[in-house]
């Protein structure tokens, strides 16, 4: 054979062992991380490693590892909200059996009392008590049903002045016990909205009965005002101690601002209120200034 020949005999055969090496080695990496992958625990931490350096590989282990990252991200987190959710079953429980547990020592000590006039006292304080369990109950069946991704919503161009009169009626002997006299600034003209009329008036109502129970004086509510960009209403009403209030956690599940757990409400009304506004395409903020706490409806469209 020709010595010519023969050299590139050689150099074929050179580079067909050296492909045949190269594509072993890849196979026996891509095996060994294949097998990493299935023993590993989906609780580890670990992360993929090279033995060998193939020049593909490295990106492929990149996105592996990064993928797997997501995955304990994902997973902590999860952890992190079942988390909350059983500190908020507990606290939900706290504030069902109280008023349960009042209800029942009033009814017995009714059924134990002669005194006509101190028995009705107790009926009625027993009553209080379990009205008390079925508001609790009514701000869960409203949070839950806000908060099901399925929620149908009948969008159209609503006037919200319409909506904020029509609430501010029905509380009207709630402000008249307290001598308030909320205001209405910017109702001049009308300030369209698309919304479901049903879930915007329960968003401004929750707001309304916020300002209501923990408010300090009378409430004020401007609509299409130019407090931030697409804001189409505010309410504002003055707090007696805005250090308590955490304007960050105002629209979280069971927030209450007194760690305590002794004041009125559910800690869901904003809650509801602000998964109803998402739904919407609408978002609510909220900040404190001076003594003062502000809550806007703002349009994300």
């Not at 987190?77 to 939900?92: K, P």
């Not at 969008?155 to 205001?183: Q, S």
Request: with cysteine.
């Amino acid at each position: 054979m020709p010595t010519g020949a023969l050299i590139v005999l050689v150099l074929l055969l050179g580079i067909a062992a050296g492909l045949l090496l190269g594509v072993t080695l890849y196979a026996l990496e891509l095996r060994r991380l294949s097998h990493n992958l299935r023993e590993r625990d989906a609780a580890s931490n670990a992360r993929l490693s090279l033995n060998a350096r193939p020049r593909e590989l490295p990106a492929l282990v990149d996105a592996i590892n990064a993928e797997l990252d997501r995955s304990a991200q994902t997973r902590v987190a999860a952890m992190r909200s079942q988390q909350e959710f059983q500190r908020d079953l507990s606290a939900l429980s706290h504030d069902i059996r109280t008023p349960l547990a009042g209800a029942k020592g009033y009814l017995q000590l009714a059924c134990e009392e002669t005194d006509s006039h101190l028995r009705e006292q107790r009926l009625e304080a027993a009553i209080e008590r379990i009205d008390r369990t079925s508001e609790l109950l009514d701000a869960l069946f409203s949070y839950t049903k806000a908060s099901d991704p399925d929620l149908a919503l009948d969008m159209r161009p609503l006037d919200i002045r319409e909506v904020v009169e029509r609430c501010l009626i029905g509380h009207y002997p709630e402000f008249e016990a307290l001598g308030w006299e909320p205001r209405v600034e910017g109702a001049e003209t009308a300030v369209t909205i698309d919304a479901d009329r049903e879930a915007l008036g329960r968003i401004i109502e929750n707001l309304v009965v916020n300002a209501l129970r923990h408010g300090s004086d009378a409430p004020t509510i401007r609509l299409g005002c130019s407090c931030a960009p697409g804001t189409v209403l505010a309410i504002s009403n003055p707090v007696e101690d805005p250090q308590a209030i955490d304007p960050t956690q105002l629209f979280d599940r069971f927030y209450r601002a007194d760690a305590a757990r002794q004041g009125q409400g559910s800690g869901l009304g904003l809650a509801t209120a602000a998964k109803l506004a998402r739904a919407m395409a609408l978002d609510l903020q909220a900040h404190i200034e001076d003594q003062t706490l502000t809550i806007e409806i703002v349009t994300r469209r």
